[in-house]
């Protein structure tokens, strides 16, 4: 036999039963959406390399350290696999002048790609949900993008406060950044000694970067550095405090964490995280903020936006965790269909059933034939199926098909006519 394949490592693939939960899941944000007025978009895996180096920041983790990136082999291009979804958007929205006509929400869902180290909860490749406002500079949107969030959780059965808790920060404006960047350089280069190499790379580069580091010989350097928040002007602060008061008044609990900053280059004013403790050091579930800056920094206008972006893996293994048991879901009918002399007349009327929206399975041929009635009753049964559709030779004589009832402990049959299918399709089909 031939050597066989495996997938590349940290990239998975999702099979049933467990894709269930994630059809389950996408249902549940695609309805969300409708909700709250965001049209999906769907832009390219495949990015230009500047398009991240210069839209995320040269001096962030994912560009220095994660980035898929490769030269095509076909034109000398350097190209990218998309690490998240807001560069690609932003760029989407600038090349189409698609805001010539006002302000626009819209979502996203999709792979993104990040060379890192794969554990539970972080993969090379992972999915995120991504959602923008673009356009709309004032607080009531970032506040409206935080609700919707809860709303999902809600929606998914998560306990605010108990399985996800918001925190929220505001990262200022460039000049307030400035001054802070001056005191933080101050700061760090007192603590030099303690300084790992990366963050000893972007003292002078990146400061703000360092107080995101994860290593835990640099955290009481980092919990004690001068904080952004005290460098923040009037307008800053009037912005922070109005989201406040929008999430106060819906009775949202948060913490304000003044070392929260994000990954990317690209957020101002307000950012936030949603993050849970049961997923253990993988704890942040959704990440977004406000990035007034980068559709200028990408060659477009200047343009406020705000936005989140979600991993629907680290959520989902969330849900494993606390939320619903989701069952994959069961056909209405099962086709029992013992001579296969019956098989134009059954797949026929399975056809109609089905374009009469009733969900029927049968059971196929396989090696050993397609098996007695009997067996079939049994794979019917095992299917979790309300209804088994007998296509016997006495019945078909008669130009009908005995209806079976399966899961109210009847056994009732009844004869349904095979030439008014849509008659009594419905009669088949669950109420849940
Ligand atoms: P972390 O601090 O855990 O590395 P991040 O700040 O890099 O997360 P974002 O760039 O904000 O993450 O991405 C948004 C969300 O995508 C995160 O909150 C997380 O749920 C998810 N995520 C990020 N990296 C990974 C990964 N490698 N595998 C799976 N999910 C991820
Ligand atoms: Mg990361």
Redesign the pocket.
């Given at each position: 036999m031939a050597e066989k394949l495996t997938a590349v490592k940290g990239m998975n693939d999702i099979l049933p039963p467990e894709s269930a939960r994630w059809e389950w899941f996408e249902d549940k944000v695609r309805a969300l959406m409708r909700r709250y007025g965001y049209a999906n978009v769907r832009t390219p895996v495949v990015e230009p390399t500047a398009l991240f180096v210069r839209g995320l920041g040269e001096v962030t983790d994912i560009v220095e350290k994660e980035m898929y990136s490769f030269t095509d082999s076909m034109n000398g291009d350097q190209l990218t696999l998309r690490p998240?979804a807001t560069a690609g958007i932003v760029r989407a929205m600038v090349e189409h002048n698609a805001l010539y006509n006002g302000p626009l929400r819209v979502w996203t869902m999709g792979a993104v790609f990040?060379h890192?180290r794969p554990q539970k909860?972080?993969?090379r490749q992972?999915h995120?949900i991504d959602v923008e406002a673009l356009g709309y500079c004032g607080p009531d949107v970032d506040a409206e993008q935080i609700l919707m969030c809860r709303a999902l959780w809600q929606e998914l059965g998560l306990v605010e406060g108990e399985d996800v808790r918001l925190e929220i920060n505001s990262l200022g404006q460039a000049d307030e950044r400035r001054q802070h960047r001056e005191a933080l350089i101050a700061h760090f280069e007192a603590h030099a000694s303690v300084l790992d190499e990366d963050a000893r790379r972007r003292l002078h580069s990146n400061p703000l970067r360092i107080l995101d580091s994860k290593n835990p010989a640099m955290q009481s350097i980092v919990e004690s550095a001068p904080q952004l928040m005290s460098f923040l002007g009037e307008a800053s602060l009037a912005h922070l405090n109005a989201v406040r008061a929008i999430l106060d008044a819906a009775g949202l609990a948060y913490r304000v964490n003044p070392r929260l900053v994000?990954?990317?280059d690209y957020y101002n004013l307000t950012v936030f995280?949603w993050v849970t403790d049961k997923l253990g050091s993988?704890g942040?579930?959704?990440?977004g903020g406000r990035y007034d800056g980068l559709f200028e920094q990408l060659g477009g206008k200047p343009t406020p936006a705000v936005g989140w972006?979600?991993?629907v893996?680290?959520l989902l293994l969330l849900l494993e965790a606390v939320g619903p048991v989701i069952a994959p879901p069961v056909p209405d009918a099962y086709a029992v269909i013992p001579d296969a002399a019956a098989l134009p007349v059954a797949m026929c009327t399975l056809q109609a059933l089905r374009a009469a929206g009733v969900n029927v399975q049968m059971h196929a041929g396989t090696g050993e034939g397609r098996g007695s009635m009997k067996s079939q009753l049994k794979k019917a049964d095992a299917s979790g199926a309300r209804h088994a559709l007998i296509f016997g030779a006495d019945e078909l004589a008669q130009n009908l098909v005995a209806v079976k009832s399966l899961r109210d402990g009847s056994g009732q049959q009844v004869m349904q006519p095979l030439a008014d299918v849509s008659g009594w399709a419905a009669t088949l089909q669950s109420l849940t």
């Amino acid at each position: 036999m031939a050597e066989k394949l495996t997938a590349v490592k940290g990239m998975n693939d999702i099979l049933p039963p467990e894709s269930a939960r994630w059809e389950w899941f996408e249902d549940k944000v695609r309805a969300l959406m409708r909700r709250y007025g965001y049209a999906n978009v769907r832009t390219p895996v495949v990015e230009p390399t500047a398009l991240f180096v210069r839209g995320l920041g040269e001096v962030t983790d994912i560009v220095e350290k994660e980035m898929y990136s490769f030269t095509d082999s076909m034109n000398g291009d350097q190209l990218t696999l998309r690490p998240e979804a807001t560069a690609g958007i932003v760029r989407a929205m600038v090349e189409h002048n698609a805001l010539y006509n006002g302000p626009l929400r819209v979502w996203t869902m999709g792979a993104v790609f990040r060379h890192e180290r794969p554990q539970k909860g972080r993969y090379r490749q992972f999915h995120q949900i991504d959602v923008e406002a673009l356009g709309y500079c004032g607080p009531d949107v970032d506040a409206e993008q935080i609700l919707m969030c809860r709303a999902l959780w809600q929606e998914l059965g998560l306990v605010e406060g108990e399985d996800v808790r918001l925190e929220i920060n505001s990262l200022g404006q460039a000049d307030e950044r400035r001054q802070h960047r001056e005191a933080l350089i101050a700061h760090f280069e007192a603590h030099a000694s303690v300084l790992d190499e990366d963050a000893r790379r972007r003292l002078h580069s990146n400061p703000l970067r360092i107080l995101d580091s994860k290593n835990p010989a640099m955290q009481s350097i980092v919990e004690s550095a001068p904080q952004l928040m005290s460098f923040l002007g009037e307008a800053s602060l009037a912005h922070l405090n109005a989201v406040r008061a929008i999430l106060d008044a819906a009775g949202l609990a948060y913490r304000v964490n003044p070392r929260l900053v994000r990954g990317m280059d690209y957020y101002n004013l307000t950012v936030f995280e949603w993050v849970t403790d049961k997923l253990g050091s993988q704890g942040t579930v959704c990440g977004g903020g406000r990035y007034d800056g980068l559709f200028e920094q990408l060659g477009g206008k200047p343009t406020p936006a705000v936005g989140w972006g979600l991993g629907v893996e680290r959520l989902l293994l969330l849900l494993e965790a606390v939320g619903p048991v989701i069952a994959p879901p069961v056909p209405d009918a099962y086709a029992v269909i013992p001579d296969a002399a019956a098989l134009p007349v059954a797949m026929c009327t399975l056809q109609a059933l089905r374009a009469a929206g009733v969900n029927v399975q049968m059971h196929a041929g396989t090696g050993e034939g397609r098996g007695s009635m009997k067996s079939q009753l049994k794979k019917a049964d095992a299917s979790g199926a309300r209804h088994a559709l007998i296509f016997g030779a006495d019945e078909l004589a008669q130009n009908l098909v005995a209806v079976k009832s399966l899961r109210d402990g009847s056994g009732q049959q009844v004869m349904q006519p095979l030439a008014d299918v849509s008659g009594w399709a419905a009669t088949l089909q669950s109420l849940t």
